[in-house]
């Protein structure tokens, strides 16, 4: 998060900056990303093989066992939000065709191409060796890779992931998307890299994967205590970082989640709120669980409505898509590495269906003794906003809790009205004010 104004300096002078709060952890994702931007800079160079892929489902420890740098372009779509940087790509791709109601990841994505493929720390990014898409949920990203194949002349492998309709996958919906690792994923990748699969080594990474995911479900569980050590929607799309990206499967990432766990463990001690862009959370007035993405546009002073109001999120569906580790699955689980690769992809949020949504949504309200909801309804990602009115309709009359519903987007400036956004905010926790007095 970029540093703002806090106050006007004397005889017109600027008006002095202060940097946003970040804890050790923070700081140190921050860095791990900055390390692998670095390594894609310099991939040619160095004969490293380049895949693009997806955050839902991705294929991080196969990749890795075949020493591929893993590019998610949504990852570059939110961090050009963040960096204030993703209007002129939007506006690019409407130039060239791509219509407003598209999803702005894409837009900003593709303009980003189109002006260099410059990556959001400023060094460019190198074209993929392969584009690897584990379809999980969101229709958006086949017509996205269709975008990407017609840039780049590379190999294409697809993985295709049943839609979780009845909520739970079957045997033969694990098998089958098993069969296509074997058969078709793969043999692409031993194709472009030249090398062939250590199931050994793979079933050393997922381990690592596990002993990361079991410290990371640590610390998202920790927000049941009160007051909750970390925000789990604004302060854990930091947490989940590393394990959602470039980073799952290695020493760096179990490490990282250990040392996180310590961080939560000494503010739980002391009896410490969540680290915030403004200070501490010093006093915990609302605990709310949250569903869908935040705005990277405005990030920071969409948080700082909350934290004004003394709320803290304990529960988020947004920090799932990239794995419902909180719900018991771990990475290795399965002897056959294939198939546990297999029940990662089936288990990620956007391959739930809407009614296995609503009852992670009443769960988490009850196990976390959340005193209110919030659907951010976002106005280009389908995935996540079809359905939410009736999702929220349910959640209410299933925890008698009212809900609240806002409406912004991921990437485009243009949809985020900061000001009818905080009102609307600002009611409902008055409203939850006057209920729990009365």
């Not at 994967?209 to 205590?225: C, G, H, N, T």
């Not at 499967?249 to 250990?258: K, V």
Request: include cysteine.
């Amino acid at each position: 998060m970029s540093a703002v104004p806090v106050k006007q300096a004397p005889g017109g002078a600027k008006p002095q900056l202060v940097a946003a709060r970040k804890d050790a952890s923070m700081e140190k994702q921050k860095e791990m990303l900055a390390g692998h931007f670095k390594a894609l800079a310099s991939a040619k160079e160095s004969g490293r093989k380049v895949a693009y892929t997806f955050v839902p489902g991705n294929l991080t420890e196969l990749l890795t066992s075949f020493d591929f740098l893993p590019v998610y372009p949504e990852i570059n779509a939110l961090q050009s939000g963040m960096r204030q940087k993703s209007a002129d790509y939007i506006r690019e791709a409407e130039r060239m065709g791509h219509n407003e109601d598209v999803c702005t990841y894409v837009k900003c994505d593709i303009g980003m191409l189109t002006q260099g493929n410059v990556g959001p720390t400023g060094e460019k990014l190198p074209a993929p060796d392969l584009l690897l898409l584990s379809y999980t949920g969101c229709f958006t990203f086949l017509k996205w890779f269709e975008l990407l194949r017609n840039e780049y002349e590379c190999e294409i492998a697809m993985l295709h992931v049943p839609y979780l309709a009845d909520g739970k996958p079957t045997p033969e919906m694990r098998q089958y998307v098993a069969d296509q690792l074997r058969r078709e994923v793969i043999p692409k990748m031993e194709k472009v890299t030249g090398k062939k699969l250590d199931l050994d080594q793979l079933a050393a990474k997922l381990a690592r994967s596990a002993k990361a995911e079991e410290d990371l479900v640590w610390v998202l569980e920790s927000a049941k205590k009160k007051p909750s050590p970390i925000d789990a929607y604004f302060g854990s799309v930091y947490y989940v970082g590393p394990i959602f990206t470039a980073f799952r499967g290695s020493d760096a990432c179990a490490d990282y989640y250990r040392e996180l766990r310590t961080e939560v463990e000494g503010r739980l001690e002391r009896g410490e709120g969540p680290v915030t862009p403004d200070g501490s959370l010093a006093k915990e007035k609302h605990r709310l669980v949250v569903d869908g993405p935040p705005n990277w546009t405005h990030f920071r002073d969409f948080w700082r409505i909350f934290h004004d109001e003394n709320a803290v999120f304990v529960a988020s569906t947004y920090t799932k898509v990239g794995g419902l580790y909180d719900r018991g699955f771990r990475h290795g689980s399965d002897a056959d590495p294939l198939l546990s690769l297999a029940d990662y992809c089936l288990g990620c949020y956007t391959n739930l269906s809407l009614p296995a949504r609503t009852d992670l949504l009443v769960d988490y309200v009850k196990e976390y003794g959340a005193t209110g909801f919030l659907f951010n309804s976002i106005k280009s990602c389908n995935s996540f906003s079809a359905g939410q009115l009736v999702m929220l309709r349910e959640v209410e009359r299933r925890t008698g809790i009212p809900g609240a519903f806002i409406e912004t987007d991921l990437v485009d400036p243009r949809y985020y009205g900061h000001a009818n956004v905080k009102n609307r905010i600002e009611s409902y926790l008055q409203m939850l004010d006057q209920r729990s007095h009365a």
